[in-house]
């Protein structure tokens, strides 16, 4: 292990951080040398330094943002080879945008989070989130919330971030011939947990929120989770029970308010949680602004029933709606998130083009806030106040949410999509395994 690492008093001053006690670089070896070697002609040796400053964590990926700053700053994206290091160093596709660090080990995340005594942000999702098809929401989480500039630096500041894919996302490649192809995900949904320093869930944000609305939730739980490290192991258990119970009553008092301010009366079946086997459509539902990317391609593959209620019947999304109007002003995407958007899609660049995507995202987005606030979010603290005894690790109750909530089940490898009672003429059912 080397006792300390020779840094130039410009990148000093830049990163504000000292460097002592690092493995996993040669003894003397400066950063500037590391961020240097990432940046060969030799691939072999680019990918070593990349290795080496990744497993820096956040101090490296910040040395390399320092040095390559003028090149992050300028118009457009940045070139693919230096998007595919920040890709590699931060594990998260776009880190350009949000320059943000995530673990994908939780064992290196909680030992992080007692060095610092932050509580951590676990992201459960399907497949990779530094793989451009990643399921729906969290490549929404990419561009709503992690590249804000307010919600990432609160994030780099008050938290450890950790990652982990709960299974491949279900991907889909149509050739319309002459070159044309079209790739998309089906299905899947992801989640952000409260986790305190052990890996113990104090809280879970399921689905996809606004960025204020994901701000005000930051901003509550941070100081939860400290007050929570501080108390004796006898009293934590209350204390989590009366965090629970207020924030159900929260929830409750302003779902009424709302209604009663736009004279409406709860929605039929709100109350109630599909059944743990559903269909994809019926999972599709879960997340409104998912729904409008994958819903079309479900139709045309099939897997959506045409004769069953309408997703309007369904869900009351008229009532919906109008509690979502409610929340229109505050899920708006911020400079950077709109930035980012550009880069990725050059169609984006008219501006006429950018605001109406920009107007439909953020009207689906908030239909997804208020939905997942006043439906998922409010059971999961239920399940927090009614079992507390089954809810003291993250695993199985992560297990529960895809299966009983994003009604994803791990006992469908099909997630829905291969339904046993749809004959579709294809050579066993156009399954192979």
């Known amino acids: ?38 940046s060969s002609s030799q691939p072999e040796e680019a990918q070593r330094a990349i290795d080496q400053l990744r497993a820096l964590g956040p101090v490296g990926l910040r040395a390399f943002i320092a040095a390559k700053h003028q090149e992050l700053e ?39 989070a007692q060095a610092s005594g932050k509580p951590i942000l676990s992201l459960r999702l399907l497949g990779q989130l530094d793989e451009d098809l990643s399921c729906a929401n969290s490549r929404f989480f990419r561009v709503a919330l992690y590249a804000n500039s307010e919600v990432s630096q609160k994030l780099r500041d008050r938290f450890i971030l950790h990652w982990e894919s709960v ?44 960025p204020q609305a994901f701000l005000h939730w930051l901003d509550r739980t941070v100081p939860m989770a400290q ?16 965090y629970h119970r207020s924030r159900i009553e929260a929830i409750q008092q302003q779902w009424q308010t709302e209604l009663t301010a736009l004279n409406l009366a709860p929605p039929q079946g709100l109350e109630t949680i599909p059944p743990s086997e559903p269909d994809a459509e019926t999972a599709g539902r ?19 029933d045409r004769n069953r209620q309408t997703l309007e019947s369904v869900t009351d999304i008229d009532t919906w709606r109008q509690l979502a109007q ?14 980012l958007m550009q880069k990725k899609n050059p169609a984006l660049a ?28 409010q059971e999961i603290h239920r399940w927090f106040l009614a079992e507390p005894e089954n809810m003291t690790e993250v695993a199985p109750l992560n297990d529960r949410v895809y299966a009983q909530l994003f009604l994803t089940p791990n006992s469908d490898p099909w997630l829905g999509i291969a339904p046993d009672d749809v004959y579709n003429a294809i050579d066993n059912g156009g399954v192979s395994q």
């Open 1 to 38: 292990m080397i006792k300390s690492i020779k840094l130039t008093p410009i990148a000093a001053l830049v990163l504000g951080l000292s460097f002592t006690g690092f493995s996993g670089v040669a003894r003397g070896e400066s950063l500037e040398s590391l961020v240097t070697r990432a």
């Open 74 to 112: 300028k118009p457009g994206l940045p070139d693919a080879s230096l998007r595919s290091m920040l890709d590699q160093l931060c594990q998260q596709r776009d880190c350009h945008s949000s320059q943000l660090y995530w673990y994908t080990d939780l064992a290196a995340a909680t030992a992080a």
């Open 167 to 210: 299974r491949p996302v279900p991907t889909v490649t149509v050739d319309f011939g002459e070159g044309r192809i079209l790739k998309r995900t089906i299905t899947g949904n992801s989640i952000h947990y409260l986790l305190d320093a052990q890996g113990r869930p104090l809280d879970a944000l399921p689905g996809l929120h606004s």
């Open 227 to 242: 007050q929570f490290a501080q108390l004796p192991d006898g009293e934590k258990g209350l204390f989590l029970s009366q």
């Open 286 to 304: 879960v997340a409104m602004t998912k729904m409008v990317v994958e819903f079309p391609l479900l139709r045309q593959l099939g897997v959506v």
């Open 326 to 339: 409610q929340h229109r002003n505050s899920s708006r995407l911020d400079s950077n998130s709109l930035a």
């Open 350 to 377: 008219d501006p006429e083009q950018l605001q109406k995507v920009q107007n439909q995202f953020e009207e689906m987005m908030a239909l997804d806030t208020v939905r997942n606030e006043y439906l998922l979010h």
